[in-house]
């Protein structure tokens, strides 16, 4: 047996302790950004032909480096779409890092693909899909939306095969006006056409206005897209009547839930999610509202032979793997190396258990009405929206885009949140995305207060 050097095992106690302190910070502090040429000055030369060691990596990494990023779990991190890994979660993210788990066969990782695939069948009974539904755990959302739309369009080109019809000159897809950015990047990579349903005035997708546009397209239209929370306001199209219009024409129905399907969990909210249960596929990532490190989405199929047939590669040096008839999570997205970036949340799960999901779910929804309603109550502030889930979008009375800025900015440099501006139709507004349990009304409210603040 090969016998670890001293230096090893002294790197490797220090790499431990500083994950313990990490882990011990109640909370961690938010630190902020610090320019390009701040950090050449500050950590120099980092890699060169000798190296610097591993301690003084570690040093640099921890007195530089980390202090110059923004902590994503503190509680008044309210900004984007924030992360609230779980310490059950953190904890195995480390043990998965550890133990050089290829996540990408069965042959390779069956353990690991078999607690994976547990997950995603929670998940898709959570939704309303058949225990027959599976899929893969991927890196984004962008990168889950892109392979769900992959295989929409495989079977559409396969229907028309087996019709012996020709194919459209352009394929389209349907989505709302409000939806995520990575659906027009999906579409440009994959050089189809993406077109536009008009959302009702507050925000909602619903079916007449994809009847509508189903009508204007044409043919070629292999996929409609809802979304379930926008990431601006958290807003849920109409699944139900979406997915009927879908069903109805024979059109793959995608369900875009990145950020907000992980609602379904509340008890107390899961009727506005009704019609998922229309779906051919779904995303939802749990390192948004599902409290896992970054990076995973979840990314499920009704039928996950239709993503098989779509996206297994083939090698010859793969062969021993494609003929085998196992369960290749390679074989259900765009991706064939992967790390089994699932196991974090299914330790997370098996550890407190499905309830204290739903608990903490519905405790941010409620924070999220409950400061809404401060909101309301004060003359100098508005709601843009009404909140759905836990997006809240409100503006000051009188104040542009620059005074968003120095309040937020004021904010981030005291340590107390991060808050950044952002906007609706060409007007700057501020945001809460509350996403993490820990996260206090009272602290929502001193956050208000300091709009006020000269």
């Known amino acids: 047996m090969h016998k670890v050097n001293e230096d090893t095992v002294a790197l490797r106690e220090k790499v431990f302790a500083y994950a313990r302190q990490r882990l011990e910070y109640d909370p961690a502090p938010l630190d902020g950004p610090q320019s390009p040429e701040w950090l050449k000055a500050n950590a120099g030369i980092t890699i060169s032909e000798s190296g610097i060691g ?3 990596a570690l040093e640099l990494f921890s007195e530089v480096l980390a ?28 043990i998965v890092s550890a133990s050089a788990i290829y996540g990408g066969s069965w042959m390779e990782g069956a353990g690991a693909v078999f607690a994976e695939n547990e997950v995603l069948s929670w998940l898709a009974k959570e939704v309303g899909l058949p225990n027959t539904a599976g899929g893969v755990f991927v890196q984004g959302g962008t990168l889950g ?51 536009k349903a008009q959302a009702d005035p507050t925000g909602h997708l619903r079916g007449d206005a994809v009847a509508a546009a189903l009508k204007e397209a044409g043919d070629g ?59 051919d596929s779904f ?19 009704r039928n ?28 259900y997205a765009y991706n064939l190396t992967r790390r089994p970036r699932g196991l974090p949340l299914w330790f997370s799960l098996a550890t407190h258990g499905v309830a204290a999901y739903r608990d903490g779910v519905t405790h941010n929804i409620a924070l999220a009405s409950q400061i809404s309603e401060e909101i309301r109550n004060r003359e100098d502030l508005e709601l843009v929206r009404e909140p759905e889930l836990s997006v809240v979008v409100f503006t000051k009375n009188g104040w542009e885009l620059s005074d ?16 950044v501006p952002s906007s609706h139709q060409g007007k700057p507004n501020a945001r809460f995305a509350i996403v993490n349990p820990r996260t206090e009304f009272s602290a929502l409210v001193a956050i208000l207060d300091s709009m006020n603040e000269k």
Request: proline residues 5%; glycine residues 6%; hydrophobic residues 45%.
């Open 404 to 419: 968003y800025e120095r309040w937020s900015n004021k904010l981030l440099e005291r340590g107390e949140a991060f808050v």
């Open 283 to 301: 995303i939802v990532d749990p390192h948004k509202w599902l409290f896992a490190p970054f990076d995973a989405c979840a990314l499920v199929y």
């Open 67 to 94: 202090p110059a990023t923004i902590s994503t779990d503190h509680p008044n991190y309210l900004s984007f779409i924030p992360s609230a890994p779980t310490e059950a979660s953190k904890l195995f993210d480390l």
């Open 145 to 195: 939306n892109l392979s769900a739309l992959v295989a929409a369009r495989h079977q559409a080109k396969a229907k028309l095969k087996e019709q012996n019809l020709p194919e459209p000159a352009k394929w389209k897809f349907i989505c709302s006006s409000e939806a995520h950015s990575s659906l027009k990047a999906a579409a440009a990579v994959m050089d189809v056409e993406i077109i």
């Open 221 to 279: 239209v292999f996929a409609i897209v809802a979304t379930a929370g926008t990431t601006n306001f958290g807003i849920l199209d109409k699944l139900h009547e979406i997915g009927s219009v879908a069903n109805e024409k024979d059109i793959w129905f995608h369900v875009d839930g990145a950020y907000g399907l992980a609602g379904i969990l509340s008890e107390e909210n899961r009727a506005k999610f009704a019609g998922t249960e229309l779906a």
């Open 304 to 331: 996950p032979d239709v993503a098989r047939a779509a996206h297994t590669q083939h090698g010859e040096y793969l062969d021993t793997l494609t003929d085998s008839g196992d369960w290749n999570p390679s074989d």
């Open 54 to 56: 591993g301690e003084k």
